[in-house]
């Protein structure tokens, strides 16, 4: 069932022309079952999250899950699906791009999102060297991969936690080919002016008790993606039912 080759088309579509408070709402499956749920709820593309699979297979988030068992993992969510699917892939295993792209169209996905952070070290890249590597990915993608290039200065960053560091990267990814920037963990006032300085859509990220996806639009975000809430949510919903169950 997967979307295919028209997908990245029907997901790059969706990323232009909209409304403010209207931004793309991308709900992030975990497995087959979560995705069929998100698809018939009626959304038009899905964007798988690292933490949610990782925990549904039983590994540690942060490039803990084994590559194969990874993508493997996307593939049963594409193949679940009629929606466009892009994943996240956190900064890339370690494949070489061209590797990295090829497993990535195998698995069916059709963009995906790549961290310019060391998951091991937590360490934020040296910025025009991750635009090396997104550069390479595009390369070797052509048009065939959505890419969304994660900003982790707000996170990761010490005496960065700026517009500025954060514009500056994006701008060097920007230049790299990518689609769209995702400086995760930016304060949604600060959107707007990523967005605009830095040229391309920007993703936030949606989590409990903060701004709704509607708000984040406002504030500037073209497409709102909610990292492992949404699984983590759900299993707390789960422990409660379990243990009233029990």
């Known amino acids: 069932m997967s979307a295919g080759g028209g997908g990245v088309v029907r997901l790059r579509e969706l990323h232009h022309g909209r409304a403010p408070g209207d931004p793309l709402v991308l709900p992030g499956p975990w497995d087959a079952a979560s995705a069929r749920v998100f698809a018939d709820a009626g959304f038009e593309a899905l964007a798988t999250p690292s933490a949610g699979v990782a925990a549904a297979l039983g590994y540690a988030d942060g490039e803990g899950t084994p590559p194969g068992e990874m993508f493997a993992a996307i593939a049963r969510i594409t193949r679940a699906v009629d929606v466009p699917v892009t994943a996240d892939v956190e900064a890339g295993y370690g494949l070489p791009a061209a590797e990295l792209v090829e497993r990535l169209l195998e698995a069916g996905a059709v963009g995906c999102n790549l961290e310019d952070s060391d998951p091991a070290s937590r360490r934020l890249k040296e910025p025009r060297e991750q635009a090396d590597r997104l550069a390479e990915v595009r390369a070797a993608a052509g048009d065939a991969l959505f890419v969304n290039a994660r900003i982790d ?58 701004p709704a996806p509607a708000e984040l639009g406002v504030f500037g975000a073209t497409r ?23």
């Open 153 to 210: 200065t707000y996170l990761r960053g010490s005496g960065d936690r700026t517009t500025a560091a954060a514009v500056e990267r994006g701008g060097l990814y920007a230049a790299a080919g990518v689609d769209c920037v995702y400086p995760i963990m930016a304060p949604p006032s600060q959107l707007g002016t990523l967005a605009a300085e830095i040229g391309l859509p920007v993703n936030a990220l949606c989590k409990a008790g903060g």
């Open 224 to 246: 709102v993606t909610f990292g492992g809430g949404l699984h983590a949510q759900s299993m707390s919903t789960l422990a409660e039912f379990a243990s009233a169950m029990r």
